[in-house]
């Protein structure tokens, strides 16, 4: 199966002049700070586990954004996707490692929409566990992922270590060679963490997008997969 990267839109003619398209504060949250600071907020959400909160998900398209069905949110750090109703029954169709979809509210020159967060989890005991080390070519890089140095990485707990051993930086690759268990399960949508910045997505479900002519969305070739 062949595999892209895939990241929200960042052309202009797509999403407008602005990005990420949502405010950094919807005009409707009073004391915005302090709505940051709750217990259930946005961004408490991390792709190392599923909440254990209901996630209070509200953002407000700029005035300078176009809508689109993938929507490129502000103020959280997790990885995964702003998705309306459309997208959302496309997706779910598909084969997605790990994920949980929570209800978000998009406001747009003051009406609700509906939207969807599409949350990872980052499965390190499967997903990295059966990468083949050995046959697989990694390298460090700084937070914007720009390459430095090879590095040689021989087993999962190896891994580990190195990246342990780093500040500021990750280890990412420019070849995985991942094993049958993975390839037999046939994802069409997984995040392998912050060894990439962007989620994998398939051939496959990416004509699904397209023949729905769903908005907001990148794709980038890779072969590093």
């Given at each position: 199966m062949k595999y892209f990267f895939i990241s929200n839109s960042g052309d202009e003619n797509i999403i407008g002049k602005v990005a990420p398209q949502c405010k950094g504060i919807p005009s409707v949250i009073k004391n915005g700070y302090k709505w940051f600071d709750q217990p259930n907020s946005m961004t408490l959400l991390n792709n190392e586990s599923f909440p254990n909160f209901k996630p209070d998900l509200i953002f407000e398209l700029d005035e300078n954004a176009l809508l689109t069905d993938i929507v490129?949110?502000?103020?959280i750090?997790?990885?995964?996707?702003?998705?309306?109703?459309?997208?959302?029954?496309?997706?779910?169709?598909?084969?997605l490692n790990n994920y949980q979809l929570y209800p978000a509210t998009l406001i747009v020159k003051k009406s609700m929409l509906k939207y969807y967060w599409l949350h990872f989890k980052t499965e390190h005991d499967f997903l990295l566990r059966n990468i083949?080390?050995?046959?697989?070519?990694?390298?460090?890089?700084?937070?914007?992922?720009?390459?430095s140095n090879e590095v040689e990485i021989k087993s999962y707990e190896d891994y580990l270590i190195k990246r342990k051993n780093l500040f500021l930086q990750y280890i990412s690759a420019s070849k995985i060679i991942?094993?049958?268990?993975?390839?037999?399960?046939?994802?069409?949508?997984?995040?392998?963490?912050?060894?990439?910045?962007?989620?994998?997505?398939?051939?496959?479900?990416?004509?699904?997008?397209?023949?729905?002519?769903?908005?907001?969305?990148d794709l980038k070739d890779q072969n590093i997969l």
């Open positions: 490129s949110p502000s103020n750090t997790a990885k995964g996707f702003l998705i309306n109703e459309k997208t959302k029954d496309v997706i779910i169709k598909f084969n083949d080390y050995q046959k697989s070519q990694f390298h460090i890089c700084d937070l914007t992922y720009t390459k991942v094993n049958e268990l993975i390839k037999n399960k046939e994802y069409d949508l997984f995040y392998f963490g912050n060894m990439f910045l962007h989620c994998f997505v398939s051939d496959r479900l990416v004509s699904e997008l397209r023949a729905n002519n769903i908005t907001g969305f």
